[in-house]
């Protein structure tokens, strides 16, 4: 039973989608035209929502993570605690405590580029999922300080128009192939490489 209490059946609701996809492809549907199914199968409820339609947005690349990030970390807090007295004694359990829960961390960590937009995910008691509209992104930048070119990273920032804090709205370190993963964002918003990233990339 559909919304509203509208019943139908399978048979129905087999001519319905082909009607749409004939209607999309080369606007010979019976029911629809090519310009009313165009504006259904488009985000207008939200960006997964249509005018009847969940929409699926494809995933152009999954973005896979270094293991050195943890390693990373471990340093880099082993040199924050010991600049501290206190810190300095308990550098050891520092460093063991941070290389356990950092597995958990980057395990939780994720970044998908999707046809409209880019979804970060993190976070292991208070889990955040971050979805920014492509079109709203205004930099893209890579930075690497002199510890993370030791272990070969980068960390990607992303800015968007109207945030309004300064600074990266999204923040991620230890990409694999960052540059590629900066290229198809990039290449993404521009629609006229999309053909591209489909051959390159997926």
């Known amino acids: ?115 409209r937009k880019l979804v970060v995910k993190r976070g292991i008691i208070f889990v955040v999922e971050k979805s920014i509209p492509l079109e709203k992104i205004t930099d893209v930048a890579l930075s690497q300080g002199p510890v993370m070119r030791f272990f070969g990273l980068y960390r990607l920032s992303f800015e968007t128009a109207g945030q309004s804090a300064e600074g990266a709205l999204v923040s991620l370190i230890g990409i694999n192939d960052a540059e590629l993963f900066v290229i198809s964002i990039q290449c993404t918003m521009n629609s006229k490489c999309k053909v591209q990233l489909a051959v390159r990339f997926c």
């Not at 399978?10 to 029911?31: M, P, T």
């Open 1 to 115: 039973m559909a919304a509203a209490g509208l019943w139908t059946t399978a048979e129905d609701l087999a001519k319905f989608v082909i009607d749409v996809q004939l209607a999309v492809k080369a606007d010979k549907g019976k029911v629809l035209s090519q310009s009313m199914t165009n504006k259904m199968l488009t985000p207008f409820v939200s960006d997964h929502v249509g005018l009847g339609f969940f929409i699926e947005q494809k995933c152009i690349k999954q973005a896979t993570f270094n293991p050195k990030v943890r390693n990373y970390w471990t340093v880099v807090c082993v040199l924050v605690s010991a600049v501290t007295i206190v810190g300095i004694v308990l550098t050891p359990l520092v460093a063991i405590v941070v290389w356990l829960v950092s597995r958990k961390i980057l395990n939780a960590m994720s970044a998908r580029l999707l046809e």
